[in-house]
């Protein structure tokens, strides 16, 4: 999911009292005295509340806590049923049987029906949708087929039966659990969406809500709006809460200033090393680990000649001090990267973290980065390199992490200019799609605990792959871990740590860091789940003491 963000479906959950349990203590504020209201806020607008379209965190949110889906990720990191009562599978790993609820309801009281599952999981194949995460959908029977626009839509593997939803797949999926957690497959009532038609999910009016709350007051544009008690939910007896306000608050200072006046429930900390620095020694302070990895990708379109060519690109990365750079740029709060699979986000079948056992070795040399630069200028014919790289305006480290990577490139490559480019959030997001860069600043945050959410975003012709490169050992590697190895941990790691080795070999992308957050968090509202993947923030259980 898309971040500077996409924080990120549970191969961690925080709590500030220690994992494994909800996170007590994490939001609330000490000063508030209405136990029904939570009061929270948004670093940068939200963009759609289309469920099939939806691709960065923030409207992810909205989405997830608005919404339902068949299963629901518990405080332990582990999928339960929601909407549905059970969940069966086959011995092969080849069928999911879901059996819903009786009575299912959406906010507006109209039936929730498994038909409605079957709608979701069509209308994000279909090309027609344009969904960037159609993708995910793959290994379902025809779902690669209808996305390619070979298979018709109606023959996609998930059917309903009475009140069941049977997904049938191509080959087992061991993240599948996960994808029946996830917001993007929520149900959507085809009668609502076909309705609303072009307005569809443009505002909270243009939406219905399958979860345990209703979203109120946004009109598409605006940036305060709420979350209030659904009463048609199934389990709304759980919802403590009544009401979550939200405002869009993006200058983080004017956001801890509200905090400390009681006015806001919980803010970050570490959008700038003065903030944190600022902050740190603060009694309210947690740790909210994500797995979100920070990278520049390359445009190699052949629009820019010198990010076409390999040496030049592999300079780059042997030019970038991905520890000074995350120590200016985040004070040492993240992590500097050593890959594209950051930490925390799954484990390998001998329990090692998957980040360190797939690393491929990038490292800083100076002396060696000059050298490939001044062979790669010779190739394509020229003695010095222009190029521009881009990031998020409304990101408060956008500004230090270009001035460092300016500063830091230009040093160690003679003959380099780095000019800086500066855009809002959504046309970052809209840049990449349509290769309007050199190069960008990226973050992705994992959908679920499993190597694939990160390693399917650069396959041959993947909706993510913004670079547009093409790197056949890497594509091999991840579809023999998707296929083959499907149900062997061991050799699907294997598989992993070569895709790794055939980024880097290629310098297809430039691995930055691995982020963490900090925030100041009142200890009097209890229950709020935070997972690491997927939902980074689930809200149902959420109270003030």
């Known amino acids: 999911m898309d971040t500077w963000k996409k924080w990120a479906i549970g191969a961690a959950v925080v709590v ?10 994490l939001w609330g504020g000490s000063n508030g005295s209405d136990k029904d209201t939570l009061n929270l806020t948004f670093p940068t607008p939200i963009q759609t509340l289309d469920i099939s379209k939806n691709t960065d965190q923030y409207s992810g949110t909205v989405i997830g806590n ?24 086959s011995k092969d790993g080849l069928t999911y049987t879901a059996t819903l609820r009786s009575g299912l309801k959406y906010s507006d009281g109209s039936k929730l029906t498994a038909e409605d599952f ?17 993708y995910l959908s793959s290994g379902v029977k025809n779902a690669d087929a209808i996305v390619a626009g070979k298979e018709d839509v109606k023959n996609l593997g998930v059917k309903a039966d009475g009140n069941k939803v049977v997904f049938t797949l191509e ?37 219905i809500y399958s979860g345990p709350y209703k979203f109120e ?25 009544k009401e979550i306000t939200w405002q869009v608050i993006q200058k983080p200072e004017t956001a801890v200033q509200l905090y400390k006046q ?86 390998t079948a001998s329990g090692k973290d998957l980040a360190a056992y797939v690393a491929p070795g990038y490292k800083y040399d100076a002396t060696a980065a000059a050298k490939l630069f001044a062979e790669g200028l010779k190739e394509v014919g020229e003695t010095k390199m222009s190029f521009t790289i881009t990031t998020d305006a409304d990101s408060p480290a956008g500004k230090s992490t270009l001035d460092y990577l300016k ?37 992705w945050g994992g959908d679920y605990p499993e190597g694939s959410t990160f390693y399917d975003l650069f396959k041959d012709g993947a909706s993510y792959n913004n670079g547009q490169f093409k790197n056949s050992a890497y594509t091999k590697a991840v579809e023999k871990a998707e296929t083959t190895d499907a149900l062997n941990a061991s050799a699907r790691d294997e598989d992993y740590k070569e895709a790794e080795a055939a980024l880097y070999k290629d310098a297809n992308i430039n691995p930055l860091y691995f982020r963490s957050k900090y925030a100041l968090s009142r200890s009097n ?14 809200l149902k259980y959420a109270y003030r003491k």
């Open 66 to 89: 608005t919404g339902s889906n068949l299963l629901r990720v518990n405080a332990k990191g582990k999928t339960v049923p929601d909407l549905a009562k059970s969940v069966k599978v």
């Open 407 to 443: 500063g830091s490139m230009e040093k160690a490559l003679p003959g380099l200019t780095v000019n800086e480019k500066f855009v809002p959030f959504k046309q970052r997001l809209s840049d990449s799609q349509t290769q309007n860069f050199d190069a960008v600043v990226s973050l």
């Open 118 to 134: 079957v709608y979701s999981w069509q209308r994000i194949v279909n090309p027609k949708t344009a969904s960037q995460y159609a």
């Open 16 to 25: 500030v009292a220690g994992a494994g349990t909800r996170a007590a203590g």
């Open 262 to 347: 009681g006015k806001l429930d919980r803010t970050t900390i570490s959008d700038t090393p003065e903030l944190y620095k600022a902050n740190k020694n603060n009694k309210d302070v947690v740790k909210q680990p994500e797995a979100t990895t920070s990278y520049i990708e390359y445009n190699q379109t052949g629009k820019n000649k010198f990010l076409a060519n390999t040496k030049i690109r592999q300079a780059l990365n042997l030019a970038t001090n991905r520890k000074e750079l995350t120590d200016q740029v985040t004070s040492g709060i993240s992590t500097a990267a050593t890959g594209l699979a950051p930490e925390g986000l799954a484990k």
């Open 217 to 241: 007051g946004w009109n598409g544009t605006n940036n305060k709006f709420k979350m209030v008690k659904n009463d048609n939910y199934w389990d709304a007896k759980s919802v403590k809460t």
């Open 171 to 207: 080959r087992p999926l061991p993240q599948f659990e996960y994808l029946l957690t996830f917001a993007n497959f929520m149900p959507q009532k085809q009668s609502f969406v076909e309705k609303q038609g072009k307005k569809y999910g443009t505002t909270s009016a243009k939406q």
């Open 525 to 538: 509202v209890k229950d709020i789940i935070i997972n690491t993947t997927g939902l980074n923030m689930d």
